[in-house]
Every structure is written in structure tokens, then in C-alpha cells.
């Protein structure tokens, strides 16, 4: 890829940046490009991700910035928010399905990521003893509509875990640390080296 990066982030407060001092650089999608401009990139950056918001939020709300925003790299991580509102896994698949074949049918490069281990957060913990099994199933539509459209599944769970058995959580007792932001900034840049290059 010559020339600049467009990259454009979307998700809930997990992309947003929920938990770090100043999410317009503490989120994981700034510190992501902060990486790529480090290895040489020229990166135009966009992060339109939104605390609280469901996969269906993502597709009405979002997804129309691929098209004003014309990406060449997108990130899109979805599902706990579904699970919380109780939103069927099917109407969940069905949303994800749109907004992968959105942001691959513009010609960018997708890169899919799972939910973190809020289910284990202070907070989290009291949204029921079904949710582990929720969120397996949820990821797991998210793996298999990414591969379908074409788009690149990074596995984060096992960094997510690690963080959630050392309690890497904020004040408001769901959301990672800023630390956390910046480990997972960190093993994306390894899975996803300086795209322009």
C-alpha cells in the first residue's frame, strides 16, 4: 500500500476508549496509529466508535462513515453491548454481516476483534453466570461472519484474560486501564505491521 493510511476505528467504548485519561489519544485505535506513523506511515485517523452501542448501532450510525471517510483500513469490535441489551445472536449475526460486507465491499482492509473480558469486570460479574457462554457464542459469530466476508480475525482473548486475572480495570469497574489500551495497541501493531509499507 503506497501513500497514506485512512484508517477508521468503529465499535463501542472499547474502540472509544472508555477508561483512558484522553480517549482521542489513549484509545486503542490512536495508540494503534501512533505505531504505524512511528514505522513510517502517514496516517489519517478517524475513530467513530461510541460507548454503549450495539452492532445494529454500528451499522446505522457508523458504518455510513466508510463511504464519507473512504478508508483504506477499518477495525470494528462489537458485542458485548448486544449481550448486555439482550439483543437475539441472530439479529446480532445479521448486523455484523452488514457491516463486514460494508467495510470489505470498500475496499479496505477489515480487521475484526473480539469482545474483551468485561463479563469478569467488578461490574460485569453481575450480569449472570450465562454470559462466559455468551460471549463465546457471540465471538464466535463474529469469527465466522469476518472469515466469510473476507475480513482478518486477530485473536486478543488470550491478552484479554491475562489482563482480567490481574484486575486491569478503571475506576468505573468495567472498562481496561489505560495500560491495557496500550497492550492491545501494541500486539496489533505486531499482527498488523506498518501497513503502508
Known amino acids: 500500500m503506497s501513500g497514506g493510511l485512512r484508517y477508521l476505528a468503529l465499535g463501542d467504548s472499547l474502540t472509544q476508549g472508555v477508561g483512558a ?3 482521542s489519544t489513549g484509545a486503542f485505535p490512536a495508540l494503534l496509529a501512533e ?6 506511515c502517514q496516517v489519517e485517523f478517524q475513530n ?20 464519507s471517510f473512504q478508508p483504506n483500513i477499518i477495525t470494528f469490535q462489537a458485542g458485548g453491548n448486544d449481550i448486555a441489551n439482550g439483543i437475539p445472536i441472530d439479529e446480532y449475526r445479521e448486523n455484523v454481516k452488514h457491516v463486514l460486507d460494508s467495510a470489505t465491499g470498500s475496499g479496505a482492509r477489515v480487521i475484526v476483534l473480539a469482545q474483551n473480558d468485561w463479563f469478569r469486570s467488578p461490574v460485569g460479574v453481575d450480569y449472570g453466570e450465562s454470559v462466559p457462554s455468551q460471549r463465546a457464542a457471540y465471538d464466535e459469530v463474529l469469527i465466522e461472519e469476518a472469515s466469510s466476508a473476507g475480513a482478518e ?19 468505573d469497574g468495567l472498562h481496561p486501564t ?17 501497513p503502508c509499507k
Open 21 to 23: 485519561p484522553d480517549e
Open 35 to 40: 505505531h504505524w506513523r512511528a514505522d513510517g
Open 48 to 67: 467513530v466508535g461510541v460507548s454503549g452501542y450495539t452492532a445494529g448501532q454500528i451499522l446505522a450510525e457508523q458504518v455510513p462513515q466508510i463511504e
Open 153 to 171: 480475525f486477530v485473536d486478543m482473548r488470550p491478552l484479554y484474560t491475562e489482563q482480567a486475572d490481574q484486575n486491569q480495570w478503571v475506576e
Open 178 to 194: 489505560p495500560e491495557a489500551y496500550q497492550a492491545w495497541a501494541d500486539k496489533l501493531s505486531e499482527e498488523v505491521p506498518a
